[in-house]
């Protein structure tokens, strides 16, 4: 245990050296681009996005940068006040070699929609990890207080649940990317603020978000599943590809 303790406050100076060393240009200096909420036609938030850039003298950022998929992190960052405390998770996606009716009886009870005229080429799966306890959280206020240590980092423990799917579709000899998740929280990182399209519309009669530059498209909404009030996030991803076709491919999930 002392080993990998001393490991993470390796890696935690690391990353501060870095964050300190570095100075970007002053427009991508603590800028969120834009914080959206999607809601039902109640006014119910279902999902909430948080679209930005990384900011390379941001020590949270630095971190969450370092993550590797499969790995989760809680982190303590004292400061005047109040400190801040996140979960960060990059989830990995794990192929799923037993198909679709095996992967919908895992997700039981979701029920989320699907392309009905494309052709499915391969599944991946996305597992989550536990929320740290109230009691683990205060430990690492305690610690921080105790220790003088600005920045306290606990592993969030992989638990097997499945909290999304990736799926590979063709259409017409072109393909694109279905994410579908039930964490409806989430962020979108982007590399250069200047080059992006962002555009709020209506995808199914939800709200939903246009991402897009030169290389990728982004689409973005959420739903509430079949037969229940629980909200699923869908995002439809593609390359060089236009607006309405990735508009199209969510207007046919059935």
């Not at 991508?28 to 681009?33: D, S, T």
């Not at 950022?61 to 004292?78: S, T, V």
């Not at 799923?96 to 052709?119: I, N, R, T, Y």
């Amino acid at each position: 245990m002392q080993k990998n303790d001393q490991n993470l406050d390796s890696w935690i100076l690391t990353l501060k050296s870095k964050a300190d060393s570095v100075h970007p240009p002053l427009i991508l200096k603590r800028k969120v681009m834009e914080q959206v909420e999607m809601k039902n036609q109640k006014g119910d938030t279902l999902a909430i996005l948080r679209i930005d850039s990384f900011q390379d003298d941001d020590l949270m950022d630095a971190i969450i940068r370092e993550l590797k998929p499969g790995m989760g992190k809680a982190i303590y960052i004292a400061s005047q006040g109040e400190g801040t405390f996140s979960q960060q998770t990059n989830y990995d996606a794990v192929r799923w070699e037993q198909g679709m009716d095996a992967l919908l009886e895992l997700a039981s009870p979701w029920k989320p929609s699907f392309p009905v005229d494309a052709e499915l080429q391969e599944i991946r799966v996305y597992y989550g990890f536990d929320n740290l306890s109230q009691d683990e959280i205060d430990g690492m206020v305690a610690e921080s207080e105790q220790t003088g240590k600005c920045i306290i980092v606990r592993d969030l423990r992989p638990n097997g649940v499945l909290v999304g799917m990736k799926l590979f579709y063709s259409k017409a000899e072109k393909t694109f990317e279905l994410r579908i998740f039930r964490t409806t929280k989430s962020s979108v990182h982007v590399a250069d603020l200047e080059q992006q399209t962002i555009e709020h519309l209506s995808v199914r009669g939800h709200q939903g978000v246009y991402v897009a530059d030169n290389q990728r498209q982004h689409l973005i909404w959420a739903e509430e599943e079949r037969g229940s009030r629980k909200p699923l996030q869908y995002e439809i991803l593609a390359e060089q590809d236009n607006r309405d076709w990735i508009i199209s491919i969510a207007e046919s999930l059935a």
